[in-house]
């Protein structure tokens, strides 16, 4: 009889490529206190006044470019096909995936575990960086949901982060390698989901422009700073390939709304390195677990065009980890890893 369970969480998707269930995922997305740290009247107005009206449609038109007719959304059918193969490596536990917003739902999920007599579970965001609007939000809604079902939260154990572990950069390195050798670029650039300024440092009040010092951001000086993990995945990435540090760099994508959010962007950083004489770009999205809108759209496609219209001659896009069997395998062992779990996530204590 099965005794333990996995639960792997990813962020979610709409129900379909149409502006109205991409609305309904919008709402529920961006209501998230986590996502927008607003008073709840200010952040229902800029949400259902400001935002999703505008942006459903948009939205929508670019789902429809990467949905596919068959299996639907990439980020749900993709992500359930890493659930299918964790599954297959360990027959004896019980493998779920849920979504912090839409479905399959965290709620769904764990309900399932309860029906099924599980009582130990590990939970798993598939965020290798930790952020408050991700991370943290995730445990936040499984561990209410858990407490709500009667599930002692002793018995659970929960991984937070990944970013430096030397198991998801090999892999990460793994899928890069044949594509550079191939191809030989003349730049690899590490573009990550970008944050507003003040949901950089989640947990501290009154931060300053801290966040652009490379030095800090390279050498750990505050682990809960995101941009600082980026940086640091960039520059184990960097090591593990042996590059030249001319010839790496990182930068943040998805920007949404004209606040200043964490820098450089990635859509700067193609035009200075136009600027620099690059012809031959790679790129990798390593905050990203699987492929979906904001890698297969928003980089593979807006990013390519505007990087030929740059002047660009090459531009190569390296898949995300996805469901591949060795990154499966990885993640089980990252599981299995004591100092990679804990019974009480920070700031739950």
């Given at each position: 009889?099965?005794?333990?369970?996995?639960?792997?969480?990813?962020l979610g998707t709409p129900e379909a490529p149409t502006a109205t269930?991409?609305?309904t995922y919008?709402?529920?997305?961006?209501?998230?206190?986590?996502?927008?740290?607003?008073?709840?009247?200010?952040?229902w107005f800029l949400v259902k006044k400001l935002i999703t009206p505008k942006r459903s449609p948009e939205s929508a038109h670019a789902y429809q470019l990467v949905w596919d007719k068959e299996k639907g959304s990439p980020l749900l059918w993709i992500s359930q096909n890493?659930?299918?193969?964790?599954q297959k490596l360990e027959p004896h536990t019980r493998v779920l995936l849920g979504m912090r917003y839409g479905n399959p739902s965290i709620k769904k999920a764990i309900q399932t575990f309860k029906k099924e007599g599980i009582k130990d579970i590990h939970v798993v965001p598939l965020y290798p960086q930790y952020a408050k609007a991700t991370t943290y939000s995730s445990i936040e809604n499984a561990r209410s949901i858990l407490k709500d079902e009667g599930f002692d939260l002793n018995r659970i154990q929960w991984v937070e982060w990944y970013f430096d572990d030397q198991r998801w950069i090999q892999n990460i390195c793994a899928s890069i390698e044949p594509l550079w050798n191939k191809n030989q670029p003349d730049y690899l650039l590490c573009s990550y989901h970008g944050l507003p300024m003040k949901a950089v440092l989640p947990f501290k009040k009154g931060i300053s422009q801290c966040w652009h010092n490379q030095r800090c951001c390279s050498h750990k000086d505050e682990p809960w700073c995101y941009r600082s993990q980026c940086i640091q995945s960039t520059l184990a990435i960097q090591k593990r390939l042996n590059?030249?540090?001319g010839k790496i760099g990182s930068s943040f994508q998805s920007r949404l709304g004209k606040s200043r959010w964490v820098q450089p962007y990635t859509t700067d950083v193609f035009e200075s390195l136009s600027k620099k004489g690059i012809k031959k770009l790679m790129i990798v999205c390593p905050a990203f677990a699987v492929d979906c809108l904001e890698t297969l759209e928003e980089i593979e496609t807006q990013g390519k065009e505007q990087w030929m219209k740059l002047g660009g001659t090459e531009f190569h896009m390296v898949p995300a980890l996805n469901s591949n069997k060795e990154w499966a395998e990885a993640l089980l062992q990252i599981l299995r890893d004591q100092n990679k779990l804990t019974s009480t996530p920070h700031f739950f204590n």
């Amino acid at each position: 009889m099965t005794q333990k369970g996995i639960l792997l969480i990813n962020l979610g998707t709409p129900e379909a490529p149409t502006a109205t269930a991409v609305k309904t995922y919008l709402d529920e997305f961006l209501m998230d206190k986590n996502v927008i740290p607003l008073p709840f009247p200010l952040r229902w107005f800029l949400v259902k006044k400001l935002i999703t009206p505008k942006r459903s449609p948009e939205s929508a038109h670019a789902y429809q470019l990467v949905w596919d007719k068959e299996k639907g959304s990439p980020l749900l059918w993709i992500s359930q096909n890493l659930t299918d193969e964790i599954q297959k490596l360990e027959p004896h536990t019980r493998v779920l995936l849920g979504m912090r917003y839409g479905n399959p739902s965290i709620k769904k999920a764990i309900q399932t575990f309860k029906k099924e007599g599980i009582k130990d579970i590990h939970v798993v965001p598939l965020y290798p960086q930790y952020a408050k609007a991700t991370t943290y939000s995730s445990i936040e809604n499984a561990r209410s949901i858990l407490k709500d079902e009667g599930f002692d939260l002793n018995r659970i154990q929960w991984v937070e982060w990944y970013f430096d572990d030397q198991r998801w950069i090999q892999n990460i390195c793994a899928s890069i390698e044949p594509l550079w050798n191939k191809n030989q670029p003349d730049y690899l650039l590490c573009s990550y989901h970008g944050l507003p300024m003040k949901a950089v440092l989640p947990f501290k009040k009154g931060i300053s422009q801290c966040w652009h010092n490379q030095r800090c951001c390279s050498h750990k000086d505050e682990p809960w700073c995101y941009r600082s993990q980026c940086i640091q995945s960039t520059l184990a990435i960097q090591k593990r390939l042996n590059l030249d540090s001319g010839k790496i760099g990182s930068s943040f994508q998805s920007r949404l709304g004209k606040s200043r959010w964490v820098q450089p962007y990635t859509t700067d950083v193609f035009e200075s390195l136009s600027k620099k004489g690059i012809k031959k770009l790679m790129i990798v999205c390593p905050a990203f677990a699987v492929d979906c809108l904001e890698t297969l759209e928003e980089i593979e496609t807006q990013g390519k065009e505007q990087w030929m219209k740059l002047g660009g001659t090459e531009f190569h896009m390296v898949p995300a980890l996805n469901s591949n069997k060795e990154w499966a395998e990885a993640l089980l062992q990252i599981l299995r890893d004591q100092n990679k779990l804990t019974s009480t996530p920070h700031f739950f204590n």
